[in-house]
């Protein structure tokens, strides 16, 4: 038929449009025409139906389906165009978000950590996120070396998100030169970015409480901060039945090394090994130290070396009067004082993976051995030398949000009720328009006092509403002010537990 033809040629129209279209023209080109395209390609066959059918009338019968499935394309097509605009809703692989519920148990996790820090007297620091990518590529064989998020900014700066907040601290210390006051205890709450393979409790955002001493090189400084550690522990709940740290130094695998004859240049290296040592079998240890270069007697020595979990193992390791090992028994006698020594565990295993680690490191553990590592630190002297500055004693730690998240959650111990609501003090409703005034000026008076207020904005609202409302968002009172207690000058106080409702003078609220 001629509609037929007529058709025929607007497609072939359309279908040439797209076909001479350049490889630059044509995604947006495709998008602008797509549902015009389909509806024309819809029409066709349904016109092709017809023809096929002997006509439109009601003998055939062809028209009205087609029809219907010419608009279903021309539907979906649209559906299709609009899931293509759309953004991705989730944040990047790795990473969270922290809508207000959740961020109720980040701040309350936060305000843990602080509050720990400030009780031990250490003050508060923090440094861009974004640093000189030299800042740490300290030594090659390191794990860190590739998972950072690294690339040349527009100014063809090599920079880097960092991935842990101890080399920001250094630096820092190198900036303040002489002027920094030592002894030095400094606090940080920082969110740091790590590309790397994704497990419970490991994701490649998060934050890390840190907590360093800086110009005090006896174990002093070690104990103190293990002390923070365990009282951060207790003030949520947790037991030394639930959580041990794991205690060593770096001093002991080195002496062991020294006396197999392997030469120093490779002991980060092997630390790097031996930091894996929970993570891969006995076999791919043997063999990772034998490409690190010990021949096979040195590689036994490791071997028995990281098997020894007592000081009394250490000194027949050793020896009694080896320094290493009479800094090993002070730091248990400090523990002792302090009453965490039910908290610690000798394993001289425990060497931490990053090179700049000196003497004694230490590591946070589940007991269930259900989580990866908790936290963890030791003494790192000679970091600032490492950046061109100046031989400093240092000591700290690191200690993730994510792991102690799980580990509270399993235990029942996140206050999950507490932080259901936001907690405000007071709801303030005006039920008429006319009362607004007088419902902020009674907001402002309650604020001006300390407490949290939170005014209803809407006009319309119902009392039932306000009271939902006033539950949802945790609150102790209801305030309420209609006409009558605007022309006497009073507000409606009901106290939500106890279900008590009085009248006060707006200028005695309190």
Not at 51 to 80: C, F, I, L, P
Not at 186 to 195: D, E, N, S, V
Not at 214 to 225: C, F, I, S
Request: aromatic residues 8%; glycine residues 8%; contains cysteine.
């Amino acid at each position: 038929s001629k509609h037929w033809i007529k058709e025929t040629k607007m497609l072939s129209s359309v279908s040439s449009k797209f076909l001479f279209r350049t490889h630059h023209q044509w995604p947006n080109y495709y998008r602008r025409h797509h549902a015009q395209y389909v509806l024309k390609r819809t029409t066709l066959r349904a016109l092709s139906s017809t023809a096929e059918g002997g006509g439109g009338g009601n003998g055939g019968g062809g028209r009205s389906v087609t029809t219907q499935t010419a608009n279903v394309d021309a539907k979906k097509s649209n559906a299709q165009q609009q899931q293509q605009s759309q953004i991705e809703l989730n944040p990047p692989k790795g990473t969270r978000d922290f809508p207000p519920e959740e961020m109720r148990k980040r701040n309350w996790l936060f305000d843990s950590f602080r509050q720990t820090a400030l009780l031990f007297g250490f003050e508060e620091f923090d440094a861009p996120v974004l640093e000189s990518e030299a800042l740490f590529t300290r030594k090659a064989g390191e794990e860190i070396q590739g998972q950072l998020y690294n690339f040349s900014d527009k100014g063809d700066r090599r920079v880097s998100l960092r991935p842990e907040l101890t080399p920001s601290l250094a630096r820092l210390i190198m900036q303040k030169g002489k002027s920094l006051a030592v002894p030095a205890k400094w606090f940080a709450i920082g969110q740091c970015w790590r590309y790397e393979r994704m497990t419970r409790g490991r994701r490649r955002e998060h934050y890390q409480w840190n907590m360093d001493i800086v110009g005090v090189e006896g174990v002093e400084a070690e104990v103190e901060l293990l002390s923070a550690i365990c009282h951060f522990f207790a003030s949520v709940g947790i037991t030394s039945e639930d959580v041990g740290i794991k205690v060593n130094s770096r001093k002991v695998l080195a002496r062991v090394m020294e006396q197999a004859g392997v030469p120093e240049e490779i002991f980060a290296n092997v630390c790097v090994v031996v930091d894996k040592i929970e993570k891969l079998p006995r076999e791919k240890i043997i063999e990772e130290l034998r490409e690190v270069g010990l021949n096979e007697e040195a590689t036994q020595s490791v071997l028995t070396c990281m098997e020894t979990n007592s000081l009394e193992g250490l000194k027949s390791l050793l020896g009694e009067e080896d320094e290493c090992a009479k800094e090993m028994e002070k730091l248990f006698v400090l523990a002792r004082a302090y009453g965490i020594e039910d908290w610690l565990v000798f394993d001289a295993s425990v060497v931490r993976g990053l090179a700049y680690y000196t003497g004694v490191v230490f590591e946070g553990f589940d007991r269930r051995g259900e989580l990866r590592a908790i936290c963890g630190g030791g003494r790192y002297d000679g970091l600032i030398s490492t950046l061109g500055g100046e031989y400093t004693p240092m000591v700290g730690f690191g200690f993730g949000d994510a792991v102690i998240v799980e580990l509270l959650k399993d235990r029942g111990l996140m206050p999950e009720e507490a932080l259901k609501t936001m907690n405000v003090d007071d709801v303030v409703f005006s039920m008429d328009e006319s009362c607004r005034e007088t419902a902020m000026r009674a907001a402002s008076v309650l604020r001006k006092n300390g407490r949290r207020v939170d005014v209803v904005l809407e006009d319309g609202k119902k009392s039932k509403w306000t009271f939902k409302h006033a539950e949802r968002v945790g609150a102790k009172r209801l305030l309420t002010i209609g006409k009558k207690e605007q022309e006497e000058g009073i507000v409606k106080v009901k106290n939500l537990e106890t279900r008590e409702e009085v009248d006060v003078s707006l200028d005695k609220l309190a």
